[in-house]
């Protein structure tokens, strides 16, 4: 097939809007239908798109959820399904995800109609190992953060689940003792990451039988994992922190030279704090805190607000369109760089990135030419408390914390290393949770049956950035849960794993569905861009001849991968249309939606 032939397909396909979907409602409905499809089986459409009434789970694979459908099926509420659906992902995608990753959670609730975000993401000792960044390669367990997975998620699910810690994690525990059928997305990781399983026994013995990868199609049974999820089942995230499992994992660390005490993991506690928000086109957009990246998702619907996309055509085949959407991700990804760290160890200027104020002091640079890299912003003089729509939905700010004395340059791992889900629940409670290793499987690391993070190499090398490692800190990254409100109610739940792609998926997938009209999984068909504070710009197949055409006249330097490359993210969208849930899973990986 022609690149021309593909672009013409691909307008047919991404530009449909709900209105004029009779022939996706056809597939909505068999969606509905179906209930527990063996996952290896499916073909690459299906699972990927449900209508239903109640609630709905989106996650990476089928398996998962299907494990978040049961708790709500059950009487779970939102936080229920996203728990189980996480500890799920955790067995069934153990190079993304698990008991030794960390993330975010964002949750609003229905009843109080207020916001909070949980930060769990991998955190620093009271030592940081100063000397990692000399250590040749990733594979060490000097880069393991303290895990934040457990403590956050079942803190969670103690102040927002409904049903017994037992039982959410009864999915998990079921597929690590019974089993499941190894996707090609797995066997893929398993075979790029081949040196690193080697250097834990355990882990080969399971991944690598008798030294050669597991295949596409195989039955992995994780016994450690199952025992390991057991523990956590009757005694809590304790026993992960403070007990047995805790003593091991540390034990391991300090072994290989991590600075990492056992009273260091003992002591880790996720934070909740307030998410940054905005208003766009009548709605409230909430999104992660920093460390994490939900200033820029918010930044940069910020610069397209003003902007009457739909008049200027589609950002695949406009190329005015296309401008204003590049440039608005590429002025939002060169503020966040600046400014981004941990703010209960250094000032953010969270508000003052975040305000429409500062949104308009940099809208010039939204359409200018790309020469070189991007200069940032000043956002601290716009730096107050959030007000408006915003304040009445969410907690009290951080507190003010010195500015700090320069920007730094985090980065967040491979592309395979990171997942995403989104939940809705009859009540219209909504979760949005990513979670990560770092790297894909992360350092290595393999403790009874859990893989263990690479988090510390997320922090800068520049000690003045605030991004620098320090005691307690937690790195930034690019992850970036969002829900979308209107009227008080919701009316999207998104996030996408990625690293760089994370925030320009989300903005890209908000921006087709809210003011294109577009139906959730054609807007995720669309070909998508990730820019950079500099001229390099990564774009998918299944742009007009005359987009690329503008961004190499801008000056981008623009590689072009092959279309729905999982590179660019893997989006679990969930939106309020017509009174019912429309939930869509990304195409460019094994992601499914269930609803009920």
């Known amino acids: 097939m022609s690149r021309h032939t593909r672009n013409a397909r691909a307008l047919f396909l991404n530009a449909v809007p709900l209105r004029h979907a009779s022939a996706l409602a056809v597939l909505a409905s068999l969606a509905c239908a179906r209930v527990a499809v063996p996952p290896e089986t499916v073909g690459p ?11 709905v789970v989106g996650a990476g694979n089928a398996y998962a959820s299907e494990a978040g459908l049961e708790m709500l099926r059950r009487g779970g509420s939102a936080v229920d399904a996203a728990v ?37 993401y ?23 953060g303290i895990p934040g997975a457990v403590r956050g998620l079942l803190a969670a699910h103690a102040k927002y689940g409904k049903l017994p810690r037992a039982v959410v994690l009864e999915p998990a525990i079921r597929l690590a003792a019974d089993g499941y059928t190894v996707n090609a997305l797995l066997a893929r990781e398993i075979v790029a990451s081949t040196e690193k399983l080697n250097a834990s026994g ?3 013995r399971l991944f690598l039988p008798g030294g050669k990868p597991l295949r596409a199609g195989d039955h992995l049974v994780q016994p450690e994992l199952a025992a390991t999820l057991r523990s956590i089942a009757a005694e809590g995230a304790d026993v992960f922190y403070a007990g047995a499992i805790g003593d091991h994992i540390v034990q391991t660390l300090r072994a290989a030279g991590s600075t990492i005490t056992r009273a260091d993991f003992a002591a880790y506690q996720p934070r909740w704090t307030r998410p940054v928000c905005t208003t766009y086109h009548g709605r409230v957009v909430l999104s992660a805190a920093a460390p994490q990246s939900g200033v820029q998702v918010v930044e940069a619907l910020n610069l397209v607000a003003d902007r009457n996309m739909p008049s200027l055509g589609l950002p695949s085949r406009s190329p005015d369109a296309f401008r204003v959407m590049t440039g608005a991700l590429r002025v939002a990804v060169t503020d966040r760089d600046a400014v981004i760290g941990d703010p209960d160890k250094v000032a953010v200027p969270m508000a003052g990135i975040t305000s429409k104020a500062y949104a308009a002091t940099r809208a010039a640079k939204v ?5 070189g890299r991007l200069a940032a912003g000043n956002p601290w003089s716009f730096d107050q408390a959030a007000t408006g729509d915003c304040a009445a939905m969410v907690s009290a700010p951080p507190a003010t914390l010195p500015r700090p004395a320069a920007p730094g340059a985090p980065g967040d791992g491979s592309m395979a290393e990171t997942t995403h889900m989104s939940v809705v629940d009859a009540e ?5 949770v990513t979670n990560t290793l770092g790297l894909g499987f992360g350092t290595g690391t393999w403790v009874d049956g859990v893989f263990l993070n690479s988090a510390m190499f997320n922090f800068a090398r520049d000690a003045n950035s605030p991004n620098a490692a320090g005691p307690f800190r937690v790195p930034a990254s690019t992850i970036a849960p969002t829900i979308v409100l209107r009227d008080g109610l919701v009316e999207m739940v998104v996030g996408c794993p990625g690293s760089p792609a994370i925030p320009p998926a989300i903005v890209q997938t908000i921006v087709y569905v809210l003011d294109y009209g577009l139906d959730p999984l054609a807007a995720l068909r669309m070909p998508r861009m990730i820019p950079t504070a500099g001229a390099p710009l990564r774009m998918e197949d299944g742009f007009a001849e005359a987009v690329y055409a503008e961004a190499r006249r801008l000056g981008y330097e623009v590689t072009v991968a092959p279309a729905v490359d999982m590179g660019f993210g893997g989006v679990h969208v969930i939106a309020r249309i017509g009174g019912r849930w429309v939930g869509a899973a990304d195409p460019r990986r094994d992601g499914e939606v269930r609803g009920w």
């Open 428 to 432: 219209g409670n909504a979760v949005s």
């Open 122 to 144: 991998s955190a620093s000792g009271s030592v940081p190992d100063t000397g990692l960044r000399s250590v040749g390669g990733t594979a060490t367990p000097r880069g393991v």
């Open 202 to 204: 355990g882990a080969a």
């Open 84 to 120: 189980a659906t996480a500890f799920a992902l955790g067995v069934t995608e153990p190079m993304m995800s698990g008991l030794g990753a960390g993330g975010g959670l964002l949750y609003w609730d229905a009843k109080t109609r207020h916001a909070e975000y949980l930060n769990f």
């Open 45 to 55: 459409d299906v699972g990927k798109r449900v209508v239903a009434e109640h609630g």
């Open 367 to 371: 359409e200018a030419a790309v020469g």
